[in-house]
């Protein structure tokens, strides 16, 4: 609690645990930003059922689980919301802005797919330029494993798993072939499992 209204820290320059014989570094807390985020997983039970409690009665609009928004509901919650869920009043009290983020839609994940530095579909195509081989992933291949996603209600996480299950016969297979493949060719029917990958032969490749 101290550290987030602010004090002055001792903290352990090595990170772990602290040592009765270990040097500290000093830091001043009092002008640091501290944000807390997580997935709260539950919170929005308890927020649907403070909310329903409101609109029961023959006006009221029903909304199955399936079509509920959990964005529009993360957004109605209050600090008695969050106390319900564990937090206690103190911490509360010590984070006096609470935001909520909408949820990730296929656009976005396309985005996490390609844009980030360190972004999957750009370490796959580094693994595939060690040996030799382009590696393109279509637009409509992209789209597709951003919607099995979205139904496997993984979020971001759940797009590595996706491509891995489709790369893991190609990565172990590249190396045998790599000799006589130009490029891999991957598309929406490779993500659904209804076709096999294209491979472009070299000698194909280098004549066009």
Do not use: W
């Amino acid at each position: 609690m101290k550290i987030l209204e602010g004090t002055v820290a001792n903290v352990p320059p090595g990170g772990g645990r602290k040592h009765p014989h270990q040097e500290y570094i000093t830091i001043d807390t009092t002008n640091i930003l501290f944000i807390c985020g997580g997935a709260f997983t539950g919170l929005e039970k308890i927020i649907e059922h403070r909310v329903s409690a409101k609109s029961m009665g023959f006006g009221a609009e029903i909304v199955s689980r399936r079509d509920r928004d959990i964005g529009k509901l993360l957004a109605q919650v209050t600090p008695q919301d969050l106390m319900k869920f564990g937090f206690i009043p103190e911490f509360i009290g010590r984070l006096p802005v609470v935001a909520t983020l909408d949820k990730l839609g296929e656009r976005e994940l396309v985005q996490i797919l390609v844009e980030p530095r360190n972004a999957i579909v750009k370490q796959y195509k580094k693994f595939f330029e060690m040996e030799g081989v382009e590696l393109t992933i279509t637009p409509d291949a992209l789209k597709t494993i951003a919607r099995q996603a979205l139904r496997m209600e993984t979020g971001a996480r759940g797009l590595r798993a996706i491509l891995e299950n489709v790369m893991l016969d190609i990565m172990f297979d590249l190396p045998s072939r790599a000799s006589e493949v130009a490029e891999v060719v991957i598309d929406s029917d490779v993500i659904e499992g209804r076709a096999q990958p294209h491979y472009v032969a070299r000698q194909k490749k280098e004549s066009a």
